[in-house]
Nanobody
Framework: QVQLVESGGGLVQAGDSLRLSCVAS????????MGWYRQAPGKQREFGAK???????DYVDSVKGRLTISGDNAKNTMLLQMNSLKPEDTAAYYC??????????????WGQGTEVIVSS
């Protein structure tokens, strides 16, 4: 089994920064993609950002220029640096990963979520 554990959420003021981390553990051969979705109160979960194993990244338009995703393939770790936070960034942030197991099977686990609350 592969597990993802997030950390780094919290309560901050508008304009502050936070850094979220996501660590994958378990029987992993490789991870091709890691990323973040977020779910604001009363809204559907939406894509936030992702990074591929080669280093290319993708972001939802609303976070471009403020959030930066990075990864360490050797440590199966992903970071999300969040700067200039806005109240509309308030959400539960969930990390996911597309992992290849030693058996050759592909598995996409999700983390348990970490809360980010941005006060105005």
């Amino acid at each position: 089994q592969v597990q993802l554990v997030e950390s780094g959420g919290g309560l901050v003021q508008a304009g502050d920064s936070l850094r979220l981390s996501c660590v994958a553990s378990g029987s992993i051969h490789s991870i091709s993609t890691m990323g973040w979705y977020r779910q604001a109160p009363g809204k559907q979960r939406e894509f936030g950002a992702k990074i591929l194993s080669g280093g290319s990244t993708d972001y939802v338009d609303s976070v471009k220029g403020r959030l930066t995703i990075s990864g360490d393939n050797a440590k199966n770790t992903m970071l999300l640096q969040m700067n200039s936070l806005k109240p509309e960034d308030t959400a539960a942030y969930y990390c996911y990963g597309t992992a290849m197991l030693p058996t050759g099977r592909t598995y996409t686990p999700w983390g348990q979520g970490t809360e980010v609350i941005v006060s105005s």
